[in-house]
């Protein structure tokens, strides 16, 4: 037996043959050639090879997603078959004497940057497809297969690190339990194997994953050890412990249909952050309150196209329904930095945690962010929906926001769709901009949102995706997040907004009496999260607590005061 350990990310026990995936990377060394004909050929026969892969690609996505999805891979065809991008490479590896993966990784390189600098958001979004058809053909030349997660068992699915597009490939619901080499507990795989309760651990030692494939294992998500080939003592301490953990999971169930309420009467919200509706059924399940957090842009993750104004509207629509009337809060598309969705055609930053993402991507894109908002003004009939903008740090930002909105509303209007006016707007706090100008904020939005993710590691200085970095926020020196946390409590109140949590730490059980003292009125947490939260609720005896957000005074924003 041998036993790795590393950081549990998400609690639980899975047995199961470890899968092992590995990412594909192109490696494209610059080199020179003699013979031209022959590399020539090379090239030949590797485009002849990608055209046909696209050809077979589109039948299966016509099967799959519908022709109008699938005309992407006939954008590919044409892509590989344009004339400029086809003499760019013969040129280089007739004149230059590059190598046929050089030659295509060069011409891919310049064509991509002449697109975007062209004013059209569609050309420029053909940069990520021509990125996509080069990968192709450079792997046809090198020889190489496609790398792609299909699942056909239940498996662990083990890998050096995953990219969140990367996980919304796979078919979750053949994945046992997640383990990685990389990764970090904030970052957004992750917070998605938590909300999809699935057991994950992270930060597991060196190069020893890819060697262990196919290996028969049981992974603790408690302890955070993976013990491969489990011998008898091991399999029966797993035993005992999936039995106390059932008992634990039996216990909380007693606080379903439960207030959240301290032990003297102060009651809060508490709510489930979601990434899609599959993950609705786990909020349910565990009783939330409400929807404190939907990250939109998972629908958007691991496509090939993006979902269009209807298939939001019927996402968005679902959601508010199933909640039957219980507080259901959106984001708008939070995209960028790690969660980099290929039909952007995103260029390449050198920092994209402080690049073009969130609001900042959708201020740039407003055809794509109206789209969505009339996506989510047209569900708002059918629920009790709220808008909550990411990333914010001006108030530009939020004038600018408004503006479309109400050009989505119009856009409506003139159509004779019907939809609700006063939909409460809302930001994320999360960046330490947000938190210094939470007094003129509050004066403009209906509720704050606070963000621990991404706010922890700006005011912190450290990258949320950094495993190097887990001690710094293991040793639990919250105190710069705290008290910036109480200042936006207070300027919120102040103005009469409610604030929230929905960041991980909102479910940090140690800093809850914390939260209730400084004001916090509603926390979001993974779906699992929320019994554990109310029981924890329950046991606080609030002897000072900050002043709450009081309804009866609420101010109304709408676009008459905008
Ligand atoms: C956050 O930053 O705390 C947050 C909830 O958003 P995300 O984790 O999706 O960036
Ligand atoms: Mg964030």
């Keep these: 037996m041998l036993v790795l350990s590393g950081k549990p990310v998400f609690g639980g026990i899975a047995r199961g043959k470890l899968f092992y995936f590995q990412q594909d990377e192109n490696e494209v060394v610059k080199r020179l050639i003699k013979d031209t004909d022959r590399e020539l050929g090379r090239y030949e026969t590797a485009k002849k090879h990608a055209l ?47 190598s046929a993966d050089y030659a295509v990784a060069q011409t891919s390189r310049d064509l991509s940057a002449a697109f975007s600098n062209l004013g059209s958001n569609y050309i420029k979004e053909r940069a990520a497809d021509l990125k996509d058809v080069c990968d192709r053909l450079i792997r046809h030349i090198q020889n190489k297969d496609e790398k792609r997660i299909e699942l056909n068992e239940k498996v662990i699915l083990c890998a050096d ?96 249909g439960r207030k959240n309420v301290t032990l003297d009467g102060t009651e809060i919200e508490v709510f489930a952050n ?38 939001q509207y019927f996402n968005y629509r679902q959601v508010l329904e199933r909640m039957g009337g219980r507080k259901v809060i959106i984001r708008t598309m939070d995209a960028g930095a790690d969660k980099n969705i290929k039909s952007f055609g995103l260029a390449k930053e050198e920092n994209p945690a402080l690049g073009v993402r969130s609001i900042r991507l959708c201020l740039l894109r407003p055809e794509m962010f109206k789209t969505q908002l009339r996506a989510l003004f047209r ?21 600018r926001a408004k503006v479309l909105i109400e050009e989505a509303k119009d856009q409506l209007r003139a159509k004779g769709v019907p939809f609700k006016e006063n939909v409460p707007i809302g930001i994320m706090v999360e960046t330490p901009a947000a938190v210094l100008m939470s007094e003129d904020f509050a004066r403009e ?53 409610p604030v929230g949590i929905c960041g991980e730490l909102g479910a940090d059980l ?36 900050k002043q709450l957000f009081d309804p009866a005074a609420v101010k109304t924003i709408n676009s008459d005061t905008w």
């Design 52 to 98: 046909e892969e696209l050809d077979e690609l589109y039948s299966k996505a016509i099967e799959k997603v519908g022709e109008n999805d699938a005309s992407i891979f006939i954008i590919h065809k044409m892509l590989i078959e344009d004339s400029t991008f086809d003499s760019g490479v013969r040129d280089r590896i007739k004149n230059d004497r590059f």
């Design 274 to 311: 979601i990434a899609g509706l599959n993950d609705l059924n786990y909020a349910l399940e565990n009783d939330a309150g409400g929807i404190g957090l939907f990250r939109s842009e998972f629908l958007y993750l691991g496509r090939i196209h993006m979902p269009d104004e209807d298939e």
């Design 379 to 399: 569900a708002s009939m059918y629920g009790d929906l709220s808008i909550m903008l990411p990333l914010v740090t001006a108030t530009e930002e939020i004038h």
């Design 445 to 497: 939005v209906d509720f704050f949102s606070i963000g621990t993710n991404d706010l922890e590691q700006y005011i912190m200085a450290l990258d949320r995706q950094n495993l190097t970095l887990e001690t710094y926020y293991e040793h639990k020196d919250h105190e710069p997040l705290l008290r910036a946390m109480r200042m936006v409590c207070d300027n919120a109140h102040r103005h009469g907004i």
């Design 161 to 256: 690190d995953l990219m969140p597009s990367e996980t919304m490939q796979i078919d979750l619901s053949n994945v046992l339990a997640i383990i990685t080499r990389y990764g970090s507990s904030n970052s957004h795989t992750a917070i998605l194997a938590r909300t999809m309760n699935i057991p994950a651990i992270i930060g597991i030692g060196a190069d020893r994953l890819s060697m262990l494939r196919d290996m028969e294992a049981i992974v603790d998500g408690y302890s955070g050890s993976v013990y491969i080939e489990p011998d008898e003592a091991a399999l029966r301490r797993i035993e005992q412990l999936e039995e106390n953990e059932a008992k634990k999971r039996e216990m909380l169930k007693r606080f379903k």
């Design 510 to 545: 140690e800093l809850t009496e914390e939260f209730l003292k400084m004001g916090i009125d509603e926390i979001s947490v993974t779906p699992s999260q929320v019994l554990p939260l109310r029981q924890r609720i329950r046991t606080i005896k609030l002897d000072e607590r």
